[in-house]
């Protein structure tokens, strides 16, 4: 079958919100760069590849606009999301397994009120360091933060399932969605590091979705 592109946005309910990913279904055909290609037509901060796998239901690859990386949560939610929606798993509650760079995890699809829900299995997680010193004061000046924006004894370290970030933990009054990152500063943090993303969150009430 040939390729089909979707977009979808994963932890929402809602059109335009949430968490954007391309999914790719049917994508045995596609070469490498065909896979590169397409991930940076479409510019999401991922998109995933789905396809058949020997030892699991499905084998997916996960690429940036610039390379592929071993995994990605939203991406991850994306595709089964598409995977049962337009190939058809049911309504009832089904366990599937997926294969990707980071191994070989469990993946929860539960059926609601005529929709999906997406669980997924983290893998083992584990912490490096925490960053100090001139490290950790570049990585704040590069997300244009100060050292008052973060918690009080929080770490910034690289954490990882699968696919390591710069965990960064900020006061819940920050205002996170007006972050304005420079880019090409924290790309040279990242080639220093060995670590290609900073995943700057918080710990505030709220729904259990990026709805705002």
Known sequence: MK?????????????????????????DTLSD????????????????????????????RY??????????GHATVAA????ATVLGLGLGNTTVWQT???????????????DYRITLEQGQPCFEPPLVGEIRAAIITALNLTEDDIVPGAPIQVASTGHAKVMILLKPDVDIDALSPNLAALTAISQQIGCNGFFPFQIRPGKNETDG
Do not use: W
Request: overall charge negative; aromatic content about 8%.
């Open 33 to 60: 760069a065909q896979m590169q290609l397409i991930a940076r037509e479409l510019r999401h901060s991922e998109t995933a590849f789905l396809l058949k796998s020997e030892e699991s239901d499905v084998r997916i």
């Open 100 to 114: 990707s760079l980071a191994g070989r995890h469990r993946v929860e699809i539960h059926a609601e009120h005529n």
């Open 63 to 72: 690429f940036t606009p610039t390379v592929e990386v071993p995994i990605c």
């Open 80 to 83: 089964h999301y598409v995977r």
């Open 3 to 27: 390729p089909q592109i979707y977009h979808v946005d994963a932890f929402t309910g809602e059109p335009f919100r949430g968490n954007s990913a391309g999914v790719v279904l049917h994508a």
